[in-house]
């Protein structure tokens, strides 16, 4: 069994609580690379959920909509792999006018500081500050990576010799701290992101 399960047990919709003390951002070197990156993650305001297989992810993304009432919503997503959580879920994602929340995968989830790699893959020509403000990534435990040079690689590697472009990291997932200087770091504003991570490892 993955720590992840031993850590969260039956996840639910409520990310788990923090230590206070600890301050966000920390290298953690002696902890495994999925477990540094949740703390750190949780350390930045996402909201964790974590699934064994596809039927958890459904069931997750079902109680997500159920806890924001979004359904019958407009949803911004590029990826046709997701489009049958949608359509499953009946909620429209052609011909938006007004998009309520993104629903997208990523490239990597970064491990040192709790953060998400994103590209071109995933939102064309869009930047973060031009999405709407909740999100809900769909990611697999093989995609955690332990720092943004090692996610950098994994692009190359993959899409040698058509990079995609528009890549960018974001860790700002606190809708409270819009003044803070992870915002002006990444030049972007806090999202409501929700992680959906699938264990494939």
Same mark, same amino acid.
């Not at 993955?2 to 920390?26: C, E, H, I, Q, W």
């Not at 953690?28 to 297989?53: A, H, I, M, R, V």
């Not at 997750?60 to 359904?71: A, P, S, T, Y």
């Not at 990576?145 to 690689?153: C, F, I």
């Given at each position: 069994?993955?720590? %992840?399960?031993? %850590?969260?047990?039956?996840?639910?919709?409520?990310?788990?609580?923090?230590?206070?003390?600890?301050?966000?951002?920390?290298? %953690?070197?002696? %902890?495994?690379?999925?477990?540094?990156?949740?703390?750190?993650?949780?350390?930045?305001?996402?909201?964790?959920?974590?699934?064994?297989?596809i039927e958890e992810i459904y069931e997750?993304?079902?109680?997500?909509?159920?806890?924001?009432?979004?359904?019958?919503?407009?949803?911004?997503?590029?990826?046709?792999?997701?489009f049958e959580i949608l359509e499953y879920n009946r909620l429209n994602y052609k011909n938006i006018t007004h998009a309520v929340f993104v629903f997208s995968t990523c490239e990597s989830l970064i491990s040192d500081?709790?953060?998400i790699m994103f590209s071109s893959n995933q939102f064309k020509s869009l930047k973060i500050t031009e999405l709407p403000e909740n999100m809900v990534i769909f990611a697999k435990t093989s995609q955690?990576?332990?720092?943004?040079?090692?996610?950098?690689?994994?692009?190359?590697?993959l899409y040698h010799p058509n990079y995609p472009t528009n890549i960018s990291t974001f860790r700002n997932f606190d809708l409270g701290t819009k003044t803070d200087a992870n915002a002006s770091q990444y030049g972007s504003t806090p999202k409501n992101l929700y992680l959906l991570l699938l264990e494939d490892l």
């Open positions: 069994m993955s720590f %992840l399960k031993r %850590l969260f047990g039956n996840t639910d919709n409520k990310s788990a609580s923090t230590d206070a003390d600890v301050s966000p951002y920390m290298r %953690l070197p002696n %902890l495994p690379l999925d477990e540094q990156f949740t703390f750190n993650f949780k350390k930045n305001g996402g909201k964790f959920l974590y699934c064994e297989n997750h993304f079902e109680n997500i909509l159920v806890e924001n009432d979004w359904f019958e919503s407009d949803v911004l997503s590029f990826n046709p792999n997701l500081e709790g953060s955690i990576k332990p720092n943004k040079s090692e996610g950098m690689s994994q692009i190359k590697h």
